[in-house]
T-cell receptor, first 109, second 112 residues
């Protein structure tokens, strides 16, 4: 299983872009990078995923390096409601998602 | 937007009692999961279910746990004889084909 490395915590000012990094140097060619977040004790919420191309949706953008060994989740205009734990998950060959400790993002007013 | 619904939101039970946690996955989804999160710890995989059978389970999912899809819409997790250490948030999730997981809002189980 590929492992991911994320900083334990980050801060961001409200209205600014939040850039959350993730290292996944042992990712396999057929594994996707998924991002989920968990606000307080709610259920994890899907944000975005990608294989090798950059992706954008209404919530965020995902930038994956050409060698696929790292990625960055970008929240373009962070709000207080984006304060959460963000999980970068590389989908293993088995079907389950494996959650690490993630990055606790705090958006400050 | 379709949701995964979990009931109850909070369940308190005495040690040794049986509990059933209920989930209604998204209607056209085919893969179902249970996860749990002990307070302050990581979200942990328990079990996956597809085509009316368990497809994978973790070491946590021992003989005290069982899952069932009794009527084609509900997906349940049963704990036969609860222990104090079973106290946690339990999350149900579902997905269809290549779609991402959708998680429910969870059931907080407190064993006293």
């Amino acid at each position: 299983d590929a492992k991911t490395t994320q900083p334990p915590s980050m801060d961001c000012a409200e209205g600014r872009a939040a850039n959350l990094p993730c290292n996944h140097s042992t990712i396999s060619g057929n594994e996707y990078v998924y991002w989920y977040r968990q606000i307080h004790s709610q259920g994890p919420q899907y944000i975005i995923h990608g294989l090798k191309n950059n992706e954008t949706n209404e919530m965020a953008s995902l930038i994956i390096t050409e060698d696929r060994k790292s990625s960055t989740l970008i929240l373009p205009h962070a709000t207080l409601r984006d304060t959460a734990v963000y999980y970068c998950i590389v989908r293993p060959r088995s079907e389950k998602l494996v959650f690490g400790k993630g990055t606790k993002l705090t958006v400050n007013p | 937007e379709p949701e995964v619904t979990q009931t109850p939101s909070h369940q308190v039970t005495q040690m040794g009692q049986e509990v059933i946690l209920r989930c209604v996955p998204i209607s056209n989804h085919l893969y179902f999961y249970w996860y749990r999160q002990i307070l302050g710890q990581k979200v942990e995989f328990l079990v996956s279910f597809y085509n009316n059978e368990i497809s994978e389970k973790s070491e946590i999912f021992d003989d005290q746990f069982s899952v069932e899809r009794p009527d084609g819409s509900n997906f349940t997790l049963k704990i036969r004889s609860t222990k104090l250490e079973d106290s946690a948030m339990y999350f149900c999730a579902s997905r269809g084909g290549q779609s991402p997981y959708t998680f429910g809002s969870g059931t907080r189980l407190t064993v006293v």
